[in-house]
Antibody
Framework: QVQLQESGPGLVKPSETLSLTCTVSGGSVSSGSYYWSWIRQPPGKGLQWIGYMYYSGSTNYNPSLKSRVTISIDTSKNQFSLKLSSVTAADTAMYYC???????????WGQGTLVTVSS | NFMLTQPHSVSESPGKTVTISCTRSSGSIASNYVQWYRQRPGSSPTIVIYEDNQRPSGVPGRFSGSIDSSSNSASLTISGLKTEDEADYYCQSYDSSDHFVFGTGTKVTVL
């Protein structure tokens, strides 16, 4: 059974870059059957899709975040990563890494990691 | 891009049926699959319906999904309501550029 686990700093200063890693166990990020996504949820609010990457290297980002987002994959470590630059308090959220199916649904989700943007 | 609007909250007694709507602001609801996720307090979302009306293994038959083109909306119906169904529910779809959109979320309260 595939499991995903986020890791990274829980506190990031304004204007800096948020960096998170998702470790995949029980499956391979090199599988051609899925894509690997990040989704976030500000405290008390709804879900926002950030973007995804396919193992081949193709990416797709939320247009509202595209200028600040980079998603990458490290097949040797079976991990994928998120970088979000120039963060502000509005980027404070629970960040989830998620596996995506080609028929456009997400499962499973990692447990999430809370990132707070504050000086 | 489009929006998916859900009622803020619904409530019903145990054993009853609740239906949550998800209305697409532009474009046809039928043109792209709709998914539904349940998020219990303090937990990650989990899929309960995919591809409009398909149930993953492990999700009870009390959960069903449907699409109504006349109202340009999708619906999640939970029958035989149980206290364990109390959670936030989100619909999700996408556009022709593979940009994903989540609904505004609905809090289900079991009275």
């Amino acid at each position: 059974q595939v499991q995903l686990q986020e890791s990274g700093p829980g506190l990031v200063k304004p204007s800096e870059t948020l960096s998170l890693t998702c470790t995949v166990s029980g499956g391979s990020v090199s599988s051609g059957s899925y894509y690997w996504s990040w989704i976030r949820q500000p405290p008390g609010k709804g879900l926002q899709w950030i973007g995804y990457m396919y193992y081949s290297g193709s990416t797709n980002y939320n247009p509202s975040l595209k200028s600040r987002v980079t998603i990458s994959i490290d097949t040797s470590k079976n991990q994928f990563s998120l970088k979000l630059s120039s963060v502000t308090a509005a980027d404070t959220a629970m960040y989830y890494c998620v596996r995506g199916y080609f028929t456009k649904w997400f499962d499973p989700w990692g447990q999430g990691t809370l990132v707070t943007v504050s000086s | 891009n489009f929006m998916l609007t859900q009622p803020h909250s619904v409530s019903e007694s145990p054993g009853k049926t609740v239906t949550i709507s998800c209305t697409r602001s532009s474009g046809s609801i039928a043109s792209n699959y709709v998914q539904w996720y349940r998020q219990r307090p303090g937990s990650s979302p989990t899929i309960v319906i995919y591809e409009d009306n398909q149930r993953p293994s492990g999700v009870p038959g009390r959960f069903s999904g449907s699409i109504d083109s006349s109202s340009n909306s999708a619906s999640l119906t939970i029958s035989g309501l149980k206290t364990e169904d109390e959670a936030d529910y989100y619909c999700q779809s996408y556009d022709s550029s593979d940009h994903f959109v989540f609904g505004t979320g609905t809090k289900v309260t079991v009275l």
